[in-house]
């Protein structure tokens, strides 16, 4: 156990920069509640990721159900996290070096997203993002952004 917290701590101490960029992203997004996904807030269209912000939330307030709505995935990521902050360990070495373990995260993405899109799309999280930044250049250069 000793081994898993030193790991741990050394990869807090090595991606810091990441990390906390990620939380201040994630925290400044959800109080000027803007959309937190770069993609969505790019192209206006969902990404596979989508809700997982709220999903996390969801899971903090102990609504596994709402969180599973929100983005089924959030269940997957734990398992993805063990695996790349505990790589070296030499049975996780294994995980992350398989082949099959990423071809089989990579169908499981896909998978979801694609029902997602069909079972829940138009509807929140998968919803389109009118003020996306592709929207907002399409309209500067038709002249219709200021009218």
């Not at 101490?13 to 990390?19: A, D, L, N, S």
């Not at 990721?49 to 089924?72: H, M, W």
């Not at 995935?73 to 790349?84: A, E, K, S, Y």
Request: aromatic share 20%.
């Amino acid at each position: 156990m000793k081994d898993y917290l030193i790991i741990f701590w050394n990869f807090i101490k090595k991606y810091y920069i990441p990390i906390i960029l990620f939380l201040a992203y994630a925290i400044i997004t959800r109080i000027f509640n803007v959309c937190n996904c770069l993609v969505k807030l790019t192209i206006g269209f969902p990404c596979p990721g989508c809700g997982l912000t709220r999903a996390c939330f969801s899971i903090l307030r102990l609504d596994f159900v709402q969180a599973f709505k929100y983005n089924p995935l959030v269940f997957v990521i734990p398992i993805i996290v063990w695996v790349i902050i505990f790589s070296e360990r030499p049975i996780i070495q294994k995980v992350y070096n398989s082949k099959l373990f990423w071809i089989t995260l990579f169908i499981i993405v896909v998978t979801t997203y694609v029902l997602r899109l069909v079972f829940i799309y138009p509807d929140i999280p998968m919803d389109y993002y009118e003020h996306n930044l592709l929207n907002q250049i399409i309209k500067l250069f038709k002249g219709e952004l200021f009218s």
